[in-house]
């Protein structure tokens, strides 16, 4: 069986090659999708060299409680707590994705918000007189010195914690680059 909606022109008409086009005539669809989550995270260490890099070797800090706060009003103060994830054995935490990982309940990370990561330096998970190691401190140019660095600071940004401000990447989008060193 076939249906033919209409007849496109035949070749041996003298007509070009045949051809098809929208036959319905409705035009096309466009899937209306709420932005992709969005996912924040990754590691948490012991800076053996204290040079601020992760270098092969050096060893994750597990159970550590790294906290996400939100400027939800827009003010600059970071006052609403989103959620709160420990490290894993490999020193790894994350925030949102497609669960909502290590979300409180009713919490987003939402694209484009303001947010905040937070240690606390009086963590029971680091080592008696563990401070954070020098921030930033990758060489720039491959491309790679964001994820290999540590990009919390000395208490700077929030008396008492180790923190990084950022705003939260765009919908869909996985930003594992927000590392955290101890020595």
């Given at each position: 069986?076939?249906?033919e909606?209409?007849?496109?022109?035949?070749?041996?008409?003298?007509?070009?090659?045949?051809?098809?086009?929208?036959?319905?005539?409705?035009?096309?669809?466009?899937p209306?999708?709420?932005?992709?989550p969005?996912?924040?995270?990754?590691r948490?260490?012991?800076?053996?060299?204290?040079?601020?890099?992760?270098?092969?070797?050096?060893?994750?800090?597990?159970?550590v409680?790294?906290?996400?706060?939100?400027?939800?009003?827009?003010?600059?103060?970071?006052?609403?707590?989103l959620?709160?994830?420990?490290t894993?054995?490999?020193?790894?935490?994350y925030?949102?994705?497609?669960?909502?990982?290590?979300?409180?309940?009713?919490?987003?990370l939402?694209p484009?918000?303001?947010v905040?990561?937070?240690?606390s330096?009086?963590?029971?998970?680091?080592?008696?007189?563990?401070?954070?190691t020098?921030?930033?401190?990758?060489?720039?140019?491959?491309g790679?010195?964001?994820?290999?660095d540590?990009?919390g600071?000395?208490g700077?940004l929030r008396p008492?914690?180790?923190?990084?401000?950022?705003t939260a990447?765009?919908?869909?989008t996985?930003?594992?680059s927000r590392?955290?060193?101890?020595h």
């Amino acid at each position: 069986r076939s249906y033919e909606i209409y007849q496109s022109p035949r070749p041996e008409q003298g007509l070009p090659d045949p051809w098809l086009g929208k036959a319905n005539g409705l035009g096309d669809l466009e899937p209306l999708c709420a932005p992709g989550p969005v996912e924040l995270g990754n590691r948490v260490w012991h800076d053996v060299d204290r040079d601020g890099v992760q270098d092969a070797g050096e060893p994750p800090l597990e159970g550590v409680a790294v906290q996400l706060w939100g400027d939800l009003d827009g003010n600059g103060s970071y006052e609403t707590l989103l959620g709160t994830a420990l490290t894993d054995t490999e020193g790894q935490y994350y925030f949102g994705g497609p669960t909502d990982r290590n979300l409180l309940p009713g919490r987003q990370l939402l694209p484009g918000q303001p947010v905040e990561l937070r240690v606390s330096l009086g963590d029971p998970a680091l080592p008696a007189g563990f401070v954070p190691t020098v921030k930033d401190a990758a060489p720039a140019g491959d491309g790679f010195d964001d994820e290999r660095d540590s990009d919390g600071d000395s208490g700077q940004l929030r008396p008492g914690f180790s923190s990084i401000r950022l705003t939260a990447p765009a919908g869909g989008t996985v930003d594992h680059s927000r590392d955290f060193g101890f020595h």
